[in-house]
């Protein structure tokens, strides 16, 4: 087994419940970890016995440019994602919004968790 883990990814995207947060944007930072049943790469040292770094990127990159209002829908939607593109034991996906606007003091940020076992009902 490995576990793959790409963290701090910083995106603009338009995800929010409210018109003018999804017009406007914002940033987020996205982490996710992955686990792989097997990991042949270990021995081989190939590329593709490996998960691919920037195709992982890619897959996040696009599921947060679709706007959404809820963060845990966009964390959804990665998961189910990465599960379609990579054989996966277990893929844990955190999307933060930065400086999110809640009507008090400053936060530095809004996150929300997601695993596959979340995702078990579907």
């Given at each position: 087994m490995a576990t793959i883990a790409l963290k701090d990814?910083?995106?603009y995207a338009h995800h929010g419940c409210f018109d003018e947060e999804r017009l406007i944007g914002t940033y987020f930072i996205v982490d996710?970890?992955?686990?792989t049943p097997e990991c042949p790469a270990a021995l081989t040292d190939k590329?593709?016995?490996?998960?691919d770094y920037s195709h992982?990127?890619?897959?996040?990159?696009?599921?947060?440019?679709?706007?959404?209002?809820?963060?845990?829908?966009?964390?959804?939607r990665i998961?189910?994602?990465?599960?379609?593109s990579f054989l996966l034991s277990d893929c844990r996906v955190t999307v933060s919004k930065l400086a999110p606007?809640?009507?008090?003091?400053?936060?530095?940020?809004?996150?929300?968790?997601?695993?596959?076992?979340?995702?078990q009902h579907e």
């Open positions: 990814i910083k995106f996710v970890e992955m686990s590329l593709e016995d490996a998960v992982v990127y890619q897959i996040i990159s696009k599921e947060m440019s679709i706007p959404s209002r809820l963060l845990e829908h966009v964390a959804g998961i189910r994602s990465l599960s379609r606007a809640l009507g008090g003091e400053e936060v530095g940020r809004a996150s929300v968790t997601l695993t596959m076992r979340d995702l």
